[in-house]
């Protein structure tokens, strides 16, 4: 059976490895300031991001067993988020450990509790950047915006408390966000990233249109084009990337949609065509379980 602690041993390795040979350059560099090695020391950087970026799909097509293993083996997950190669790449997906299903109405008042305590450190932020009085007041700070408190000391430096904001809108952003993945709410972003999606789709295409037409007019304009294309392009995997990433955050829902397979495809919707292209992994539990205490036991 495939594990996913075996692909993230095989992650950590190359990573491991590649940073050796990030130093090793970066030594020879120092040294020599040969413009071939600066070239080098930039393709292995990033090689280094590739392979976290695939660690984070990794593990969202994995999701599955990512919680088993946050359930049956916790020390094993703090041992990972805790791991120099891979704790960065973890830790920006462990927090969808924690999604609990909500009724409902529930997810409402939790959304809307959320957004309102985010619009507080927006205000927040404003009123810091406009503050020239010295040291922050965190009582009168506080009195103005409640979700500070707890978060703000007296005396504070304003670079510290808008450190402090950013810190909290991370938080709170992350907590709407394990709300909106509930069944009643998920379909609202989904349907906005679908649509975002087919307008950078249209604009590849126009680019992929003008960079044609500009093959052989003139070096200068056929390399603008081309720019333009590979700009669109990557906008357009990076919408392709976020929308996968979302509907595998709730495999449920998910799988409902790709369960109406009796659909025609010129019925589908085009978040139901993109949906029957995602695929994530389930593990049956017990067998993995057995793998796993087999695994580690070795």
């Not at 659909?263 to 919707?269: A, G, I, M, V």
Request: net charge positive.
């Amino acid at each position: 059976m495939s594990l996913l602690i075996d692909y993230l041993e095989d992650a950590a390795s190359y990573i491991h490895a590649r940073r050796a040979r990030l130093r090793q350059l970066e030594g020879e560099y120092r040294r020599s300031h040969d413009p071939d090695i600066k070239l080098e020391m930039n393709s292995v950087k990033r090689e280094v991001a590739r392979k976290a970026a695939e660690v984070n799909d990794e593990l969202l097509v994995n999701l599955d067993e990512f919680r088993h293993i946050k359930k049956y083996f916790p020390d094993l997950l703090e041992v990972l988020m805790e791991d120099d190669c891979l704790g960065r790449a973890i830790g920006r997906k462990a927090w969808l450990l924690d999604f609990r299903p909500l009724q409902p109405k529930e997810a409402l008042v939790r959304l809307a509790d959320a957004r309102g305590r985010r619009r507080q450190l927006r205000e927040a932020g404003t009123f810091i950047r406009k503050w020239a009085g010295g040291k922050i007041k965190a009582a009168e700070l506080v009195s103005k915006y409640p979700v500070l408190k707890g978060h703000v000391k007296e005396g504070m430096e304003p670079d510290d408390v808008t450190a402090a904001i950013k810190s909290l809108k991370q938080s709170i952003r992350r907590e709407g966000w394990l709300v909106l993945l509930n069944d009643s709410l998920i379909l609202e972003p989904l349907t906005k990233l679908t649509n975002e999606l087919s307008a950078l789709c249209y604009e590849e295409e126009k680019a992929r249109s003008e960079y044609e037409a500009a093959k052989g007019k003139g070096t200068m304009l056929e390399a603008s084009k081309l720019r333009q294309l590979e700009r669109a392009g990557k906008r357009r995997q990076h919408g392709e990337r976020m929308l996968r990433h979302l509907l595998l955050a709730n495999p449920s829902v998910l799988h409902s949609m790709k369960k109406k397979h009796w659909l025609s495809k010129e019925k589908q919707t085009p978040l139901q065509r993109f949906a029957a292209s995602v695929t994530p992994r389930m593990v049956k539990e017990r067998a993995w379980l057995d793998a796993m205490k087999k695994k580690l036991s070795a």
